[in-house]
């Protein structure tokens, strides 16, 4: 009998060390993968070596990229993500020229966007001789963001939408193995420190696109900020209105909505962003934006009680994006955007003007 229980008592010790051993052992694989990520993350944002605006030579870089661009595709075809932005523009225009008709440029319409921006997007590229296809995917969008309220949630929502369902389907039925790509250093620098997951970061943060997505992404901007890439895309003869186009986020509207990005509360920051827009328009700054908040405001209208929204409005001084100051707008201006948007925006019963810097504020509000 006691032999009995000291082999039970051997076999129980037996099997608690192999237990042991088993969950460090699968810890440290976890915390190895972990640090295998972040420093690889660490290591290819340390690989990157920044050109400065004031240091670079446009016509220089643009020779360089086309011939990367061309060697990397060879006799292959690639694709391009347009999105009207200066980054997006700038990249289609260097793959264009590197690749003529072997690049194929989508804009993907994701519901999203600002009022008419994708056919204006799409009749500027015609005219530059560059064709572009739209594809609608509105209801893609919408569906993957349905009852998504975090924002990190949001922005994933939107990545994997993209870069998974919609546009690993359009390389599908081409037979493109490469997607070239806007990324510029913030946006890595953003994502790395984990200050926001910038929709288009992957090899940086230790996703292997290939092995994701099931295609190769080409960062031809990856060196250069946002004044960069503005004297690039000036060079390559892009107009003024993509050129000088302030910036716009990749999760567009739905990074201006706080709270869930339904097709409603989208429509209704779109309405307050022409507004911001058009008031805005003379005034020297970096971006500016109207932002819908999700808290609900006691208000009062024809006499009577009305429960409605707030628009917070942004209007930036920033040369980079890395940090950025609100512009001194007058109280004229403000208060005539008070009064549109209070009036043709339904149900906003109170409009407010950001006066944080960045940080501790970014500049965006998702
Ligand atoms: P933040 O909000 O990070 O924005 O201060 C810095 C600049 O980057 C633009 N931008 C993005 N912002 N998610 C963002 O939050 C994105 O995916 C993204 N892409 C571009 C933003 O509009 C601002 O100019």
Known sequence: MKSVQKQELKNRTFLSILAGIIISYHSRIVRNACLYAFTRSIKKEMEIKEIKANELDPETFIKEKITEISEIIGEGTAISALSGGVDSATVTMLGHKALGDRLKTYFIDNGIMRQNEPEQVVSI????????????????????????????????????????????????????????????????????????????????????????????????????????????????????????????????????????????????????????????????????????????????????????????????????????????LSYEVLDNLSERITNEVPNVVSVTYNIAKKPPSTMEAV
């Open 125 to 328: 590229f015609k005219e530059l001789g560059v064709n572009i296809e739209l594809i609608k995917a509105r209801e893609e969008f919408f569906n993957a963001l349905g009852g998504v309220t975090d924002p990190e949630e949001k922005r994933e929502a939107i990545t994997q939408t993209f870069y998974k369902d919609v546009f690993a389907k359009l390389l599908k039925k081409s037979d493109a193995k490469f997607l070239l790509h806007g990324t510029i250093l913030t946006d890595v620098e953003e994502t790395v420190a984990g200050i926001k997951r910038q929709h288009n970061i992957f090899e940086q943060i230790g996703i292997d696109p290939e092995d994701v997505f099931g295609y190769k992404i080409i960062e031809p901007l990856v060196q250069l900020r946002k004044d960069g890439v503005r004297k690039v895309a000036k060079s390559l003869g892009l107009p003024d209105t993509i050129y000088n186009r302030p910036p716009f986020p990749g999760p567009a509207l739905a990074a201006r909505v706080i709270g869930e990005a339904s097709p409603e509360r989208i429509e209704i920051v779109r309405k307050a962003t022409i507004i911001v827009e058009e008031e805005l328009k003379n005034i020297d700054a970096f971006q500016c934006m109207a932002i819908l908040h999700n808290d609900k405001l006691t208000g009062i209208r024809n006499g009577k009680r009305d429960f409605g929204l707030q628009i917070e409005i942004r209007c930036w001084d920033s040369v980079d994006a890395r940090i950025a100051k609100p512009t001194r």
